[in-house]
């Protein structure tokens, strides 16, 4: 289904130039707020952090002789406006990089524009996919990976946080924590197969896998 650039959902601005004549807009959207806070920005693992250092604070003080948990809980809670500083500003961060961040999907390539302080736009010609991955994040969520050609090799910097983690050497272009993952899947999925060669869309099981493992895509 082609989405047109007056539609509900369609970020004009998303891309350096307007289509050329015969490309179409097929689909446009912006990473998840929570996806990112949890993906990206780690708030969870933060919070188990900082609960952490909150208990052992607690019992700590409430063991030494005289004490008691009221003590020990007066004690910890020096920690637990860090704590709330800590979580909001991350939160701040996934929101801001998920408001600025929208990835388009066209007939003929893919783009990624983010950046807070000044948006950039990567785009990336079919020609240069060799393979794509789903990454599940529960129900809804998904992470969509793009394997480049071994002589492409954009800044992962750059491209951060919209890129597969832990992957420096060979960076991996990421459409990250978008919503309806799977229905977005398909529709790169289709898009690709139409190019040539058209790589094979893979998938995984959960967010848990460190590495995607080959599994196509099917209704």
């Not at 929101?95 to 003929?108: D, E, Q, V």
């Not at 992957?167 to 799977?182: A, M």
């Not at 690709?192 to 998938?203: D, G, I, M, Q, T």
Request: proline fraction near 8%; glycine fraction near 6%; charge should be neutral.
């Amino acid at each position: 289904m082609q989405l047109s650039e007056h539609d509900e959902g369609a970020h004009p601005g998303a891309l350096p130039a307007a289509l050329p004549e015969g490309e179409q807009l097929l689909w446009q959207g912006r990473p998840s707020v929570w996806g990112l806070a949890r993906q990206n920005f780690h708030v969870l693992g933060v919070a188990a952090y900082f609960l952490a250092l909150l208990l052992w604070r607690t019992l700590s003080v409430a063991a030494e002789p005289g004490n008691g948990l009221s003590e020990g809980f007066s004690a910890a809670s020096v920690l637990v406006m860090p704590f709330l500083a800590a979580e909001a500003v991350l939160l701040l961060l996934a929101l801001g990089y998920a408001r600025s961040t929208i990835y388009t999907l066209t007939s003929a390539r893919l783009a990624i524009r983010s950046g807070l302080a000044v948006p950039v736009t990567t785009t990336i010609a079919f020609e240069l996919v060799e393979g794509a991955a789903l990454k599940r994040h529960g129900k809804d969520l998904g992470d969509l990976c793009f394997t480049l050609r071994e002589s492409e090799r954009p800044s992962w910097a750059m491209l951060w946080p919209s890129v597969r983690p832990w992957r420096w050497r060979h960076p991996e272009p990421s459409f990250r924590c978008v919503p309806q993952g799977e229905a977005v899947a398909f529709k790169v999925k289709a898009a690709l197969e139409k190019s040539a060669p058209a790589p094979s869309l893979v998938s995984t099981e959960t967010a848990r896998t460190s590495d995607a493992s080959p599994l196509t895509v099917s209704p």
